[in-house]
């Protein structure tokens, strides 16, 4: 892991609203000012990842539906851009509740925008895929790569990467999980699946956290931390994919009124019981073919029944982030529990988007073999195949060594690349390594 300048300057900026202070907007490197920028320090956050090639490449990357396969349904994108504008509407309830003291809209949407940054090619496989692959060096994780890409590779060009010195609000707000890789591995006795940062990422939540006096001692009371803001972006996240995954499930002919009520038979009682209010609003709406305008609906019910409640913690002290929690109304809690549910059994456990994921974690399988045998161990004084674009390959290459701490450099590299890609992007990639007679030109097309 690269060395990060961690800033410690405390120049005043100005504030839009006393909910935040210097600690919030603090960057964690020194931000070059623009004299005449009118931006707030989170528009600045919000702005860097809206016009970011790391934001743009997710319109081709898996949701629930490969990309490319259904043109109509939502991408990783979509859901994006889905889930920042609900977590902006959320933050604008909010501060109608309290309009003197309350979550930023604009930081709120930021984190909306950022949250899925560093999801890999073909969906939830590719994650569990990639991790599988780097448990000997240390894992991959959405979220911990999301970080990554903010504090180390959102600016990446020929000459180097950097990040975008992100707030400290901003980069918290993005924090859903905050155990590291080894402190869980330590814990639990093997490698987590998932939920952690890396072990090289350390230092980045120590300055998000650096004031506090106390600790969490655990990983799962790490994981338990969640800024306002962070948990604002949770529930907007789970909204559009309870909500709008059901849209794309009923387009694509996974979810049909007959499924759905056989699902349901097949429920334990107790379980029955509580989802069939939600059933009788969404049959309806299905047979009748008025579900856009019912989903339209629940969003506003989503976000109005959001609640700030005052709390109380090791963190409270630091910063009005960690003085408030979400509450969201039970009822909407528990339709979102049941629409997802609904979408696991019925949709993500179909064959037909199983053997698409069976396809997809192959297909990276196979890319990280060769870019291993090829780029990682064992090292060879001979010059590699030049597989990869530039810069990516030299800079894998000026990677010598045989040490561990050399070799998981390389693996990161490496899955910094792969992670990145889109699935048409992996999809060629692997066409060009695997099958005879594919156009071997333009890598990155």
Avoid at 400 to 421: F, M, T, W
Wanted: with cysteine.
């Amino acid at each position: 892991m690269p060395v990060i300048a961690l800033n410690t300057s405390s120049t005043p900026i100005p504030l839009l609203t006393p909910f935040y202070s210097d600690f919030d907007t603090q960057t964690l490197e020194e931000r070059k000012s623009v004299a005449d920028d009118a931006r707030s320090p989170f528009q600045v956050d919000r702005d860097r990842v809206l016009f970011s090639y790391a934001f743009r490449r997710l319109q081709s990357k898996t949701q629930v539906f490969q990309s490319g396969e259904y043109d109509f349904y939502r991408t990783r994108l979509t859901h994006t851009l889905e889930v920042a504008r609900i977590a902006r509407s959320v933050a604008e309830a909010l501060a109608q509740q309290s309009p003197r003291c309350h979550p930023d809209p604009d930081l709120v949407e930021a984190v909306g925008y950022a949250h899925d940054l560093g999801h890999p090619p073909f969906g939830h496989i590719g994650e569990r895929k990639l991790n599988e692959l780097m448990a000997p060096y240390g894992g991959f994780e959405g979220n911990a790569q999301t970080l990554r890409i903010l504090t180390h590779l959102i600016f990446e060009n020929s000459k180097g990467s950097r990040g975008m010195e992100p707030t400290r609000a901003f980069l918290d707000g993005v924090l859903k999980y905050k155990a590291l890789h080894g402190e869980r591995k330590t814990a639990e006795g093997k490698a987590p699946h998932n939920h952690f940062l890396y072990d090289g990422q350390a230092a980045l939540r120590e300055w998000a956290f650096h004031r506090a006096h106390t600790l969490p001692q655990t990983p799962d009371a790490w994981n338990a931390v969640k800024s306002i803001e962070c948990q604002i972006m949770d529930w907007a996240d789970d909204t559009a994919y309870s909500l709008h995954d059901i849209v794309d499930g009923v387009r694509a002919g996974f979810l049909t009124p007959d499924r759905i009520r056989r699902w349901l038979e097949g429920l334990p009682r107790e379980e029955n019981a509580r989802y069939a209010p939600f059933a009788d609003l969404l049959l309806p709406a299905i047979e009748k073919e008025r579900l856009e305008a019912y989903i339209a609906r629940r969003i506003g019910r989503y976000i109005n029944g959001c609640r700030l409640v005052p709390a109380t913690g090791p963190f409270a002290a630091l910063s009005h982030r960690y003085c408030y929690r979400l509450d969201v109304d039970p009822e909407m809690v528990a339709e979102s529990e049941f629409k997802k549910r609904l979408a696991t059994a019925l949709i993500f456990r179909h064959p037909a988007i199983q053997q698409v994921e069976f396809r997809g974690g192959h297909a990276l399988e196979r890319l990280f073999d060769a870019l291993r045998d090829n780029y990682i161990a064992p090292w060879r004084d001979a010059r590699p195949l030049a597989i990869l674009p530039e810069p990516v390959g030299s800079r894998i290459q000026a990677v010598k060594g045989n040490e561990p701490e050399a070799v998981a450099v390389r693996a990161r590299l490496i899955c910094d690349y792969l992670s990145g890609l889109t699935d048409p992007q992996a999809i060629r990639l692997y066409s060009r390594l695997y099958q005879p007679g594919v156009e071997s030109l333009g890598l990155q097309g």
